[in-house]
């Protein structure tokens, strides 16, 4: 893939929209948190953002695609034709990938944004890995190849995250971390499978660990800016905010937990028996108002925690993301879960 592809394009496309107007580059990243079925394509033209922003996203599915391509190629696979690589997770992650360009300009970190593009390609590889891995331990029918698979696409993406950022104690203290918290979390998750939920209820945060790959660009950046004291403060900005958006997963993905035996925060409190038929558990559960009320007040408690970290870290800036997070939780509890 040449230096002119659209994940290289991307962090100088976004800048440029940025400068030139930095509300409505605003506007355009949040948008997507706050629309329900709508495309790519539709958010930007409904905001009227210019060619230059919607151009930096078209081609980046492709370069995804291709990036894996070349990777298994050489194992005799086609990644990009397992239904359990779900690149929609990768898509998802577009308006994060734009805040942290913008993030690492106002941060001065310039030589980081050189290498923007292999920071994208270093994305798809944790995406694929976790998700190829994560889709295959929630089966009943497990894939020896493409949990091995997995294993190499997550070594991939910690090596080249390790080249761009530097490979630093404080670095692979980070890298060491985030996989301990998704690992710790699955293998929690599947001891108690068809017995118990994994969470507890005055512990919502547990349901931040599973995402913590997102935000290791952000954490691998620490060290440089002179806040490596103060990592462990971020993780738990990261953790609680990412705990929010986990709440909002575990209704969409409700059925299909239940399917599998995994219930999910959202359950807490409810009669196991009661959730075997999963249809019927499932709608019962989302029309339960307490219920629904209750995980949104504890995510905005959640929210709340991580924006006062934020203040007394003095980063405002970084708010930006948390705000994000807020607006997508109260689109998805109003929109979807009709709470009042």
Do not use: C
């Amino acid at each position: 893939m040449g230096k002119n592809s659209a994940f290289d394009r991307f962090a100088p496309a976004i800048l440029r929209v940025y400068h030139r107007n930095k509300e409505a580059f605003w506007g355009a990243v949040m948008a997507p948190f706050l629309a329900s079925g709508v495309s790519l394509l539709d958010w930007w033209h409904q905001l009227r953002v210019d060619v230059d922003l919607l151009g930096a996203f078209q081609g980046l599915e492709n370069d995804a695609q291709q990036t894996l391509k070349d990777f298994s190629e050489p194992l005799g696979l086609d990644v990009t034709r397992w239904k359990s690589n779900r690149i929609q997770y990768f898509k998802d992650a577009y308006p994060v990938f734009a805040f942290l360009a913008v993030w690492m300009d106002e941060e001065g970190l310039h030589d980081y944004l050189e290498r923007f593009g292999d920071i994208l390609r270093a994305g798809v590889f944790a995406v694929s890995g976790y998700g190829i891995l994560d889709e295959n331990v929630d089966s009943e029918t497990t894939s020896p190849v493409e949990i091995l698979t997995a294993q190499a696409l997550i070594a991939e993406y910690e090596t080249l995250a390790l080249r761009i950022f530097g490979v630093t104690e404080v670095n692979l203290g980070i890298m060491h971390k985030m996989r301990s918290l998704f690992l710790a979390a699955e293998i929690k998750e599947k001891s108690v499978r068809w017995k118990a939920s994994p969470y507890t209820l005055n512990n919502p945060k547990g349901g931040g660990t599973k995402g913590a790959n997102a935000v290791t660009p952000f954490m691998l950046s620490l060290e440089r800016l002179g806040k490596a004291q103060l990592i462990d403060d971020y993780w738990e900005v990261f953790l609680l905010f990412g705990a929010a958006i986990q709440m909002i997963d575990d209704w969409q993905d409700l059925e299909g937990d239940l399917a599998i035996g995994h219930y999910s925060y959202v359950t807490l409190g409810s009669d196991l028996r009661d959730l075997m038929d999963v249809h019927k558990a499932a709608r019962r559960l989302r029309e339960d108002g307490r219920r629904v009320r209750d995980t949104y007040d504890r995510s905005k408690e959640m929210i709340r925690d991580s924006r006062a970290i934020l203040a007394r870290l003095d980063d405002h800036f970084l708010g930006r993301l948390v705000d994000v997070t807020e607006l997508r939780l109260d689109s998805y509890f109003h929109k979807e879960l009709k709470l009042a």
